[in-house]
């Protein structure tokens, strides 16, 4: 293909991925009210807990109710159609791969879009725990009257960052399989992988106990096992492939990558 060809592939491309963000997005604006209630849940528990209204969302001034449910339209429509905007990215740069290379990268797509989403699910599951623990700190007789805005988009990165945490098996298989990160160095740094999974589980839940730290922990942890482990099983199979491929190799040669 001619180079202006490929920008008229890429054209295509984002204009179906376009479209179907926007059509998706009508499904965001119509069910705004029930997805708000979703999100606000937490915040009305804890009203209702205190028995009061000093514990609320607000909005700042009177464009941002339509800024928000606009918002919301948007994200819901991103979120529906992300597999047919991420499937465009892949079929725009799965012609310049090899046979091989093709396979590697559809099989780490398929298993990061179900890892993602498990991490964002898991968010959504703690996030009213975080939230009523987060207000509990309001001192009774002092009203707590968050941002709207700034209350969506802290709900939106707690997904964001869980569901970014458990792709992090994928990356480090990765990483092994073009040879940067061997599994044998995965299997003894594991107490410095557990000490970072644990300070970041603290910090996205600052729960007094640590049970719901180590609820949040646990999963990522088992997901770094199963990486080490899948990195052994890879290098053993590449290894039989390739016997003594480091044989003859003088001491100042470099080893293959792959």
């Not at 890879?234 to 039989?240: A, H, L, N, Q, T």
Request: glycine share 6%.
């Amino acid at each position: 293909m001619s180079l202006g060809d490929h920008f008229r592939e890429l054209r295509n491309r984002l204009t179906v991925s376009v479209l179907a963000i926007g059509v998706l997005s009508v499904v965001g604006w119509y069910w705004y009210d029930e997805i708000i209630s979703v999100v606000t849940a937490p915040i009305d528990a804890v009203a209702a807990e205190r028995g009061d209204e000093a514990v609320s969302l607000r909005f700042q001034n009177i464009t941002e109710p339509f800024a928000m449910q606009l918002r919301v339209a948007i994200f819901s429509g991103i979120l529906l159609a992300s597999p047919i905007w991420l499937w465009n990215i892949w079929g725009f740069l799965l012609p310049g791969l090899t046979r091989s290379e093709k396979k590697i990268a559809l099989s780490y797509f398929f298993i990061s879009i179900p890892l993602f989403f498990a991490g964002a699910a898991l968010a959504a599951f703690t996030f009213p725990r975080l939230v009523a623990i987060l207000l509990g700190f309001t001192p009774d007789g002092i009203a707590n009257l968050p941002g709207a805005s700034e209350f969506l988009t802290l709900w939106l990165y707690f997904m964001l960052a869980f569901g970014l945490a458990f792709l992090l098996p994928v990356v480090l298989v990765a990483l092994n399989q073009i040879g940067i990160l061997s599994a044998r160095l995965m299997l003894r740094s594991w107490r410095v992988v557990l000490f970072g999974i644990l300070v970041f589980s603290a910090f996205m839940t600052p729960d007094p106990s640590a049970w719901t730290m180590l609820a949040m922990a646990s999963p990522v942890f088992a997901l770094y096992w199963c990486a080490v482990g899948v990195a052994f099983l890879m290098e053993r199979r590449r290894e039989k492939k390739n016997p003594g491929r480091y044989a003859g190799l003088s001491p100042d040669e470099a080893t293959p990558l792959t």
